[in-house]
């Protein structure tokens, strides 16, 4: 793939979030933005400092993360941890 897919800033804030969060998978970045994951890893080093992308790659490459669903505990079968809490409108809400 040689074209380079343009985002909007929202977009692309939203991509550099699901990328750092350990639940959601490359496979629903790619779903969402049809991102696959080497163009998602672009996207990180080229939006972050270096050293906050290393720490990224070291975290996705451990036994911490679980980008891939592959190596996913058959478990998981949500992106979101039961445990967040729902947010609206910048502010979290309450149970």
């Known amino acids: 793939m040689n074209e380079t897919k343009e985002f909007t800033e929202r977009e692309l ?3 550099i979030e699901m990328a750092w969060e350990d639940r959601t998978p490359f496979e629903a970045i790619e779903f969402q933005f049809e991102l696959p994951e080497k163009e ?4 990180m080093r080229g939006n ?8 990224w790659r070291k975290r996705v490459n451990s036994g911490v993360s679980q980008k891939h669903l592959k190596k996913r505990l058959s478990g998981i ?10 947010i609206s409108g910048n502010k979290i809400s309450k149970r």
């Open 13 to 15: 804030d939203r991509i």
């Open 40 to 43: 998602v890893i672009k996207v």
């Open 48 to 55: 972050l400092k270096e050293s906050s992308f290393k720490r």
């Open 77 to 86: 079968n949500r992106f979101k941890c039961s445990r967040q809490k729902a």
